[in-house]
Nanobody, 116 residues
Framework: QVQLVESGGGLVQPGASLRLSCAAS????????MRWYRQAPGKEREWVAT????????NDADSVKGRFTISRDNAKNMVYLQMNSLKPEDTGVYYC?????????WGQGTQVTVSS
């Protein structure tokens, strides 16, 4: 069965960096696009970034553009989110996502807290 396991979250100060990881299993990873989402306290879950199956094309939300970078390693079935210049508004639970019809797959999430 599909499993997505996020890691790498934590408590950091504004301006710091974090690298989130998502370990994927139970499907042919190299054939699928992958996404990161986040959910801030009291807000709806929002899309952060997408990466193509080969890793040669990415898109990210305007709110993280120039600061966050999504990447993947198809040999290791891993997808990453490098987060630089973190801001307090980046605080939330970050989720790895595998798009599927009729229902996407989600990891359990990893908490990122940006606070001084």
């Amino acid at each position: 069965q599909v499993q997505l396991v996020e890691s790498g979250g934590g408590l950091v100060q504004p301006g710091a960096s974090l690298r989130l990881s998502c370990a994927a299993s139970g499907f042919t990873f190299k054939n699928n696009i992958m996404r990161w989402y986040r959910q801030a306290p009291g807000k709806e879950r929002e899309w952060v970034a997408t990466i193509s199956s080969a890793g040669d094309s990415t898109n990210d939300a305007d709110s993280v553009k120039g600061r966050f970078t999504i990447s993947r390693d198809n040999a290791k079935n891993m997808v990453y989110l490098q987060m630089n210049s973190l801001k307090p508004e980046d605080t939330g639970v970050y989720y790895c996502n595998l798009p599927r019809f009729p229902s996407d797959y989600w990891g359990q999430g990893t908490q990122v807290t940006v606070s001084s």
